[in-house]
């Protein structure tokens, strides 16, 4: 595969054909020289820690925006050589690929020292399998996408400028409710929950995205599958399914006016449509008053689920797809899955001026 042209374009495929790649590990000259860490520098350490892994173009563009790629690649290679940053990439028959940076264990205490660390402990990620790699540097290729679009657009510092906080799958973490209260209960207590075939577990989105609006404030939770086999996500859906139909509410989001949006993003086109339908046969959570049965009770995770392409995003395509609204016993012709079809321009609303 050919390396893109251009920061942004190496930015946006950051990871494509890394799995199918040998990697070689930067190397450092036998001194390591001083340096005196910037706020740039600790902010950039901290995203990292939670994205596993970030690519230099990827790097730049949140550090030193579009112009500032001198500036980043130097700074990149100096905390690289002084050891708070590891690095690699994959091995090219011809010209040489960008590298990928993981924090390493000093630029972990760094953080520590200056009380920036995002959790109690952290031992730099092992590459037991360069798919997982790939996966995460795609994921974070995909939020940059989105945090380009919905920015000001000036040329400046991505990390300054970025209309959401980013987590990523570490610091985004959702436990289940704790003690012997399996369920949050409804802000109205007529509302009886039927959790049918959902579960309760953790939560690990592969990224989140909050827009703080005051009142008004929002989260998108992405979840972006590779495997191309969609019976691999049930388990993950049911699990939404639960926390959609009422365990938001006990979580940090239940400050927002509306549940959390979750985006399941497949790597390529072709499995998209059978994810929907993978989802149409499990999501089966409902609420509704007494006496109300479920073709009129409600479905969160129906209407809170959406799913799209990573080539959609790509191309800046934001059709996304959407279960029925029934569950397919409920249907006149259960053994028919017809998706629904919505515009949700990601971009737009997690725009500061939307």
């Known amino acids: 595969m050919s390396t893109p042209v251009g920061l942004v374009a190496r930015c946006a495929h950051s990871g494509d054909g890394l799995s199918a790649s040998t ?33 230099a173009s990827q790097l730049v563009v949140l550090g030193w925006g579009e112009t500032g790629e001198r500036a980043g690649q130097r700074r990149l290679k100096l905390l690289h050589d002084a050891e708070y940053l590891d690095r690699f990439r994959p091995v090219a028959g011809v010209g040489s ?12 205490q760094a953080l520590e020292d200056r009380h920036r660390a995002p959790a109690a402990r952290y031992k730099p990620s092992a590459i037991s399998s360069i798919g997982y790699t790939e996966h995460d540097l795609q994921v974070a290729a995909i939020v940059l996408r989105l945090a380009r679009t919905a920015s000001d657009g000036s040329s400046g510092a991505l990390m300054e400028r970025m209309p959401f906080s980013w987590r990523g799958a570490r610091t985004g973490r959702i436990d289940p409710p704790r003690g012997r209260v399996a369920e949050p209960s409804e802000p109205d207590p007529g509302v009886r929950l039927h959790v049918e075939g959902s579960r309760l577990g ?10 703080e609006r005051g009142p008004e404030s929002f989260a998108v ?14 388990d993950r859906l049911r699990r939404y399914d639960r926390w959609l139909l009422s365990g938001w509410r006990a979580s940090e989001y239940g400050r927002h006016a509306i549940a959390p949006a979750v985006l399941f993003l497949t790597a390529h086109e072709t499995p998209l ?15 509704a008053g007494p006496n109300v049965g479920p073709r009129e009770g409600v479905h969160p995770a129906r209407q809170r689920i959406v799913f799209s392409s990573r080539e959609r995003f790509v191309d800046g395509d934001w059709t996304m797809l959407r279960t029925p609204s029934l569950p397919p016993e409920l249907r006149d012709e259960s ?11 990601l971009p737009a609303l997690l725009s500061a001026t939307a």
């Open 335 to 345: 053994d028919v899955c017809i998706p629904r079809t919505l515009t949700y321009d």
């Open 202 to 211: 953790y939560l690990e989105p592969d990224a989140t995205l909050v827009a």
């Open 273 to 287: 449509r059978r994810l929907v339908e993978t989802a149409d046969r499990t999501l089966s959570a409902w609420r």
């Open 23 to 55: 990697i070689q590990w930067g190397q450092r000259g036998a001194a390591s020289p001083p340096v005196g860490l910037t706020e740039r520098d600790l902010t950039l350490f901290a995203l990292i820690f939670d994205a596993n892994y970030l690519s």
């Open 221 to 234: 939770l992405i979840e972006y599958d590779r495997t191309e086999r969609p019976h691999k996500q049930v």
């Open 97 to 108: 690929a960008e590298w990928n940076y993981r924090l390493s264990a000093r630029g972990w």
